[in-house]
């Protein structure tokens, strides 16, 4: 490609972005492609030669955009936002033009040091405790992994990754913990047997008293308690476990604490909520996700460790060939986590700080927080609706419940609704299962959404409610 031709597309596709920011909403949310529909338009073979780049962007609109979901969309309240910003796609773009590895300070000191910097910033900001020392993953699966990674190196006296592991070791999560503690325990060889899972209260946070039972269980036959996993809002529900209790167990019985706070660790950015990451002191390692509800486009996952050289004993590789004259006086990120080769990701994160400012993206997750409140008001003060787990955050978890059916009939019918909900294309919400009950979820925390949205959004569910209805061939009773 010429200069002349990259420069002709790269202003258009900026163009292009800066309209779909706008017209994003004007997309059904999302793709109605059936499996195979993108391969069957695609070649089964490369291009022998060339092609023109006005044909690849042809073919981007006609084959690939009717294949997208639109997580920018402001009707987004599916799973959780995945939000980017102009500010992080503009980082994104000289990230990719100056095509920096940032494997270790010296094959790019800017990387290394921005990394550091802008992790101690949004320390400051969640109001973590001084002296944790942060480093970018690609996501919460991998920080939480390697935490499970260096707990059990810890646990073993430094002796794991020579030997395997010996012994049962235990790693302790709550029921509804998310599923990358049991893939992370997994992959860490400790086996999913001796993952154990502690029952929660009726708000869905684990308790303690049963996970030191468990842990003291375990000890009376002789296993290892390596690891807790504490999360601070269920992807389920938002549920936060009690960290200071649970903190105090880890501690007395020395077991390494890692708080997963992917979704919500976010909203400790405000000062009304404080009290999220009450008891952090206690952690050893803790992960949050700004490619979530921080505006910065994934992956951005940020994971903070109290005792740096815990990880860096457990990570380090030291071959010849990667050596240099630097590594005693700098951090080389090589060593924070599992991959080698690392992009500059910091630089999206640091654009997305400065471009809003604190107090900007404050606002943001207030009025997502303000919006859920909002919602979560209309299902309280309506009769055939009903909330089915607290609204910590910004997540309103509920369910259609006119009071005369069975438990059954409402599992079957909730489902039937949300179905009913998603075909209007303006919204997207997703389900889960609590105590057994169909849930329906709708997390708020797309960049863009704004008051009308979640008005939208009632407006589809009453209708589609009313749809449902009329199907069943029984009349509600309210
Ligand atoms: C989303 C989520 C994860 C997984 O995050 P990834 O970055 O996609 O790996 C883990 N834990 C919780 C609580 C989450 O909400």
């Not at 920018?72 to 000289?94: C, D, I, K, M």
């Amino acid at each position: 490609m010429d200069k002349e031709t990259f420069r002709q597309y790269g202003y258009e596709f900026v163009d292009w972005i800066a309209d779909y920011f706008d017209n994003v909403r004007n997309y059904p949310i999302r793709s109605s492609v059936n499996p195979g529909d993108i391969k069957s338009l695609l070649p089964g073979s490369p291009p022998p030669e060339g092609e023109d780049m006005a044909t690849i962007w042809k073919d981007f609109q006609d084959i690939i955009l009717p294949g997208i979901t639109h997580w920018q969309h402001p009707g987004w309240f599916a799973f959780f936002p995945a939000n980017n910003s102009p500010a992080s796609v503009l980082g994104e773009l000289l990230t990719a033009g100056i095509g920096a590895q940032c494997m270790v300070w010296e094959t790019s000191p800017a990387a290394a040091e921005l990394e550091e910097r802008v992790l101690e910033w949004l320390r400051q900001m969640l109001g973590l405790p001084a002296g944790l020392s942060g480093v970018i993953q690609d996501t919460a699966s991998t920080a939480t992994l390697t935490a499970l990674l260096t707990a059990r190196e810890t646990a073993s006296g430094f002796s794991s990754n020579e030997t395997g592991i010996a012994g049962n070791m235990r790693v302790y999560t709550s029921a509804e913990a998310h599923s990358s503690i049991e893939k992370g325990v997994k992959i860490a060889g400790y086996g999913s047997k001796n993952l154990c899972y502690i029952p929660t209260g009726e708000d869905y946070a684990m308790l303690p008293d049963k996970l030191e039972q468990a842990i003291r269980d375990d000890l009376d036959a002789g296993k290892k308690p390596a690891c807790v996993v504490a999360t601070i809002g269920t992807t389920s529900s938002t549920a936060i476990d009690p960290l200071p209790e649970i903190g105090r167990i880890c501690r007395k019985y020395r077991v390494w604490l890692h708080v997963d706070a992917a979704f919500t660790g976010t909203a400790a950015i405000l000062e009304e909520n404080s009290n999220l990451l009450k008891g952090a002191e206690y952690a050893d390692s803790f992960v949050f996700n700004p490619h979530k509800w921080l505006l910065t486009n994934f992956y951005c996952s940020a994971y903070f460790v109290k005792e740096p050289e815990l990880l860096i004993r457990t990570m380090t590789i030291n071959p010849e060939y990667l050596k240099t004259a630097s590594d005693e006086k700098v951090h080389n990120y090589r060593d924070w986590g599992i991959q080698l080769g690392r992009r500059f990701r910091a630089l999206k994160l640091w654009f997305v700080i400065r471009e809003y400012g604190v107090s900007g993206l404050k606002e943001i997750v207030r009025k997502h927080i303000r919006l859920a409140g909002l919602f979560a008001y209309r299902i309280k003060s309506s009769e055939e609706f009903e909330l089915m787990a607290p609204v910590n955050t910004n997540l309103v978890c509920f369910r259609w419940n006119d009071g005369s059916r069975s438990e059954k009939e409402l599992n079957i019918l909730n489902k039937k609704l949300l179905s009913r909900i998603n075909e209007s294309g303006s919204v997207y919400l997703t389900h889960t299962i609590l105590s057994g009950r169909y849930t329906i979820r709708m997390a708020v925390g797309q960049r863009t959404t704004e008051k009308e949205d979640i008005a939208r959004a009632w407006e589809v569910i009453k209708y589609s409610l009313k749809e449902i209805k009329k199907s069943t061939g029984r009349p509600g009773t309210s």
